[in-house]
């Protein structure tokens, strides 16, 4: 059990912040794709939609923004971008015309096999074991459930 601190400001320093661990992290995570993500033409954000859609091809805006933890205010514009360049197509679904539904183009298909590079990329820049990261993952992933409760 900690010890309360003789200061009782001691809490609030920058290097005692679950949050700042975090939000640097991410930070510095992000930093490190953008080189590799930028040999494929595509961004961080885009990185993400398209792995969720080579996961699963033509989902709605809203079943991506779920995947993602997106709303459709942030996901909407990165959706329209992708469609100018290439990546998505965007269509009104006959079934239901208010859900927009996206699907991959072919372009985009294609990148999916120069991604694996990026991960490897990543993991070797990270010089953690496979068990590691997936044991970092799993901690994420309580967090974010603890957070969404």
């Known amino acids: 059990m900690n010890e309360p601190s003789a200061d009782p400001f001691e809490s609030l320093r920058l290097d005692n912040q679950l949050c700042f661990g975090l939000y640097a992290a991410a930070n510095a995570i992000i930093r490190a794709y953008r080189p590799l993500l930028a040999d494929l033409g595509i961004t961080y954000p885009q990185y ?3 792995m969720s859609l080579w996961e699963d091809d033509r989902q709605t805006v809203s079943e991506l923004g779920r995947a993602l933890m997106l709303d459709s205010g ?3 514009p990165l ?3 992708m469609e100018v360049a290439g ?3 965007r269509r009104r679904r006959t079934s239901d015309e208010r859900e927009v539904e996206i ?3 072919e372009d985009a298909s294609r990148l999916r096999a120069r991604a694996v590079g ?3 990329g990543i993991v070797a ?3 953690m074991s496979d068990a590691a990261i997936t044991g970092l993952r799993a901690e994420l992933n309580e967090l974010i459930a ?3 409760a």
């Open 48 to 50: 993400l939609v398209l």
């Open 74 to 76: 942030t996901l909407t």
């Open 79 to 81: 959706l329209k971008r």
């Open 87 to 89: 990546l998505v197509d």
């Open 103 to 105: 699907a991959l183009t």
């Open 118 to 120: 990026v991960r490897l």
């Open 125 to 127: 820049r990270l010089r």
């Open 146 to 148: 603890a957070l969404r």
